[in-house]
């Protein structure tokens, strides 16, 4: 059973009840929530994943919950309220926030507790079954580059628009295939780009301004579970209006870039460095800067062609 197979009405009272859960691919979670409007929202955006019925005979990687207030607060400043197995990481959202806020605290939840990987601040793309992996801070455009090459005619799979997740022992990048947040202007580029994307609806006056969701392409959803290895090292930086231009990275400049785009590179230490060097060694690396979706995504396509201009 998938999630577009439930009624909204179902999808409502088995999260509240029971919970649900699903896997998006190297990571499983059960969530519990009776936040209004909640249900209906994942069932939007998670359609294609298939759910996991109970009796549930392993645990999964985190349990989340997400509750309204009670008492007064309920009536006269409704605020949602997100758990982690317990305890609450967060200050509590307004009601009408719940997707933004679960979709924040997976992030956290992951960044926090997949530690049996090596956990990089990156997107993540497979084509030819070779990974494209594009480390990059906020603001860089990696999510919205993440999604245009994933929605293009390129053949790339999407792994994630967030988490590189390195197994350090194989040297595979493992998939967390997800929504991809996409915030102010990035909405009308994408939209632009791909007008028959799913985007769920427009969250204004968050804390990261407005943010809507893009549902993964099926066949990222389908293929969840398949690792890839890394090939190529692109850290994208968009700058509106500046001419397409690509500019190397010594082995050095990319183990540091890497390193420093880690959720837990200190956590791991020796076995993170080791793998981070391995990595650096290994594969070609540039910065990408760009002003323009379209010409980002031609160049990428041809990403083989410059491993052999290195």
């Known amino acids: 059973m998938r999630w577009s197979d439930l009624t909204p009405g179902e999808a409502a009272r088995r999260l509240r009840r029971e919970g649900l859960r699903w896997d998006i691919g190297a990571v499983a979670l059960q969530v519990r929530s009776d936040a209004p409007g909640l249900a209906e929202a994942l069932r939007h955006l998670y359609a294609d994943y298939p759910l996991q019925l109970p009796p549930w005979n392993a645990p999964p990687l985190c349990h989340l919950t997400l509750r309204q207030d009670g008492g007064w607060r309920r009536w006269l400043r409704p605020r949602v309220h997100f758990a982690l197995d317990g305890p609450s990481p967060f200050h509590p959202f307004p009601l009408d926030h719940a997707l933004p806020l679960f979709e924040w605290g997976f992030n956290f939840t992951i960044a926090s507790r997949a530690h049996h990987f090596l956990i990089l601040h990156a997107a993540v793309l497979e ?29 790339w799979r999407l792994l994630s628009d967030e988490f590189g997740l390195l197994r350090p022992e194989t040297g595979l990048l493992h998939p967390a295939v997800r929504p991809i947040a996409l915030k102010n202007a990035s909405i009308g580029v994408l939209r632009a780009f791909a007008p028959t ?26 293929r969840r579970h398949e690792a890839a290895p890394p090939a190529w090292i692109v850290l994208p930086q968009f700058i509106p209006d500046a001419p397409l231009t690509w500019i190397p990275l010594s082995p050095e400049e990319r183990l540091l870039r890497l390193g420093g785009n880690a959720y837990n590179y200190e956590l791991q230490g020796e076995r993170g460095f080791r793998a981070v060097a391995a990595l650096a060694r290994a594969r070609p690396g540039w910065i990408l800067r760009y002003g323009h979706l379209e010409e980002a995504v031609a160049a990428l396509d041809a990403v083989e062609q410059r491993e052999w201009e290195r």
């Open 127 to 155: 084509r030819g079954g070779k990974a494209l992996l594009l480390p990059g801070e906020p603001g860089s455009g990696k999510s919205t580059l993440a999604a245009a090459l994933a929605l293009s005619s390129g053949g």
């Open 197 to 222: 994307a799913t985007l769920g609806p427009e969250y204004p006056k968050t804390r990261k301004g407005v943010v809507a969701h893009l549902r993964p392409p099926t066949n990222a959803v389908d």
